[in-house]
C-alpha cells in the first residue's frame, strides 16, 4: 500500500493526494485518490480488473473509452467497467479537479457482516445478514451499467470522508478494523448517492421529476433567495451558512428537503431563467444570457445548458422562436 501527496508534473499532477491498495484487510479497494490536473494532462489508455468511479468537482476533461469520446464537467459521474481500456486529457482553458476510486462493489456486498472482527453473532446469523444486504444492494449496483451520471455535486464530502480515513489509519488492530468498517459505509453511502442522482436524472428526462416542497421554513427561505441571486449564484457554503449548516451537512438535507442537491437546483432555476431570456429576448446575445446569470464563460454555459434541455442555447432560440 502506498500513500502520495504533492505535485506530479510529469503526468500534467498540480496536486495528487492519492492511496494505492490501502487496505490490505480489504484488497476490493485498489485505489483511492484526489486530484487537480493542469492544461497539459493527458492519462494514457490504461484499464484496471475493478469498477472505477471518478467525479467532476470542477473544470472540464474529455474521458474517452474506446471510440467513445464524452466531455465531462462539474457534478459529473463516470463510471468505468472492468477490463475497459480508457484515457482522459483535460481541458487546457479549464482543467478539472476530480475525485476516483476502484473498487468490486459484489465483494463490499457479501462481507459487509462476515468481516467485522467486531460483530459477536454467530456465523450463519452472519451469512444471513450478508445474503440480505447483497439483494438490497443488487438495485444500487446497477447504476454502473451507466456511463455518465450528471448532478452529482456533493459527491465530494464522501470522497473526503473516506479519504481522510485512510489517512489517519491507526497502527491498533481494533481502531483499524473501526477504520475498515467506516471505509466500507462510506463506499456504500457513495453507491447510494450516485443511484439517486441517476434516478433523479431519469425523471428529468422522462419529465416524471417533481420538486419538493421543503417542510423546514428555512429551507422554504432559501429558495425563495436563490431565485433573487440567479445573477450572483451563491456558492455551497453561502447556502449552507444562511441555514446553519455545515456544507456536508447541508447538502444531504436539501436533497432530503427538495429532492435536488443545491447546485443541481440552483443550476436547474439558472438555464431556466436563460430559456426564457433567449425566447423572450431575441437580440440579446447568447454570451450576454451567460453573463448575466453568472455562468464563468459562454462554452461552460453552453455545456450545461446542452446536458439541462438537450440541446445548444442557439438551437432552443430558433426552435421556440415566435413567428410573426
Known sequence: MTRYKGARPEQGFRMVHTHDAPLPEMPVITHVAEAVSGPEHVRELHSHPVFEICYVLAGKAERSVGD?????????????RPGEVHGARSDARDPYHFFTIGFDPGWIALRSTQSNPLAPSSRQDDLSRAMVETEALDAELRILDQRLIHGGQGAEHIFRRIITELDRMEASPRKRALTVIMIQALVIELLVFVTRCSIANREQATGSFRLRQPVRSEFQDL???LQARLDVPPSLSEMAARVGLTPAHFTVAFKREVGQTPLEHLNNLRIEEAARRLVDRPGLAITEVAIDL?????????YVFRRLKGCSPRQWRMSHAQIP
Open 68 to 80: 467513445q469520446h464524452l466531455i465531462v464537467g462539474p457534478g459529473d459521474v463516470y463510471v468505468i
Open 294 to 302: 453568472g455562468f464563468s464563460s459562454s462554452q461552460y454555459f453552453s
Open 223 to 225: 429558495l425563495t433567495w
